[in-house]
């Protein structure tokens, strides 16, 4: 057990303690007995967590002078972490646990607990392990003085293998329960742990409960399955669709611009002394003019006319031949 579990309601653990009670020995016994303080003091003390781990409370079912329901701190003396779990095979003789589990066991009540399992990128999956018709799980539990309690494990069963090795002590009824607590263990016998309810069922849960400052309640809310690659180029390619294209502006410019041209227009006088624009005359044209293109410049800088283009400079005269300048000589 990887030490996280979703800790019941104040209500579930009352509802868990009144129906211990009535599986007595000696038949149903009066609601009257209940701890100092009455039962408005557990739900003030009393606060449960969705993420709980060592150092977190969990309501704990306890026998003293009558069965009752106590808010105590999961995990024992001043290292929690070191002892918010004990072998059930084994805490019957260790020192740790021995004193505790002859005089002080107790039955935590939990709504499930969580376990984690390798994910894809080397990053850890959570899931959360529950019962399937919705009661809560009764797990056997030890307590002290100084009001810390530690939950007792055995090996997993076989349904759940894939998830851990380990798995808490789960009562299969209140009646299994109520056994526990009156276990006699003064003569170092050995309480016969049943086995788990068969209805357990687990899901996975989002990866961000594992932090443990994550307090939310949709903590062990089944997660959600992830985005497909498909989807995300469908939604770009319906806002590319959606939005308005370069054609598109181009044309509402256009629009305006011809408006903007038809109210700037000279009134025309008519025979009749009414006054017109020119707009009215001639139809509008549904498309813009359009201008006629710049020559490009020049290679010096100047532009030169479409229709005219620029003339070669003529060639310069061939050089005589030199025969001719010896014939002048022998002339001479």
Not at 46 to 74: D, M
Not at 96 to 116: D, I, M, T
């Amino acid at each position: 057990m990887c030490g996280r579990a979703r800790a019941a309601s104040a209500a579930e653990v009352r509802g868990a303690a009144a129906e211990i009670r009535r599986r007595g020995r000696h038949g149903q016994e009066s609601s009257s007995s209940q701890t100092s303080g009455g039962p408005s003091s557990f739900e003030e003390e009393y606060s449960p967590s969705p993420n709980a781990h060592p150092g977190r409370q969990l309501g704990v079912v306890v026998k003293g002078a009558s069965i009752e329901a106590r808010p105590l701190t999961w995990g024992l003396g001043a290292h929690k972490w070191r002892s918010f779990n004990a072998r059930s095979e084994t805490a019957h003789r260790l020192p740790s646990f021995r004193k505790l589990y002859g005089s002080r066991r107790g039955v935590a009540v939990l709504s499930g607990f969580y376990e984690w399992t390798d994910g894809a990128l080397k990053q850890k999956q959570p899931h959360y392990a529950h019962r399937d018709d919705g009661e809560a799980l009764l797990v056997a539990a030890l307590y002290d003085e100084a009001g810390g309690c530690t939950l007792l494990t055995r090996d997993v069963v076989p349904e759940l293998a894939w998830l851990h090795d380990r798995m808490p002590v789960i009562f299969p009824d209140a009646e299994a329960a109520r056994r526990w607590l009156d276990h006699d263990a003064s003569k170092g016998a050995v309480f016969a742990f049943p086995a788990p309810p068969p209805n357990l069922a687990t899901y996975p849960v989002d990866p961000k409960m594992s932090r443990l400052a994550y307090q939310q309640n949709d903590a062990s809310e089944p997660m959600k399955p992830p985005a497909k690659v498909t989807d995300f180029f469908k939604k770009q390619i319906t806002q590319k669709l959606s939005a308005p294209t370069s054609i598109d502006k181009d044309h509402d410019d256009d629009d305006k611009r011809q408006k903007e041209d038809k109210t700037n227009l000279p009134p025309v006088t008519t025979t009749t002394g009414k006054v017109k624009r020119s707009a009215d005359k001639a139809p509008a044209s549904s498309s813009p003019t359009k201008k006629k293109p710049k020559p490009a410049p020049s290679k010096k800088g100047t532009t030169l006319p479409p229709s005219k283009k620029k003339k070669k400079a003529p060639a310069p005269p061939a050089s005589p031949p030199i025969t001719n300048f010896f014939k002048k000589i022998e002339k001479k």
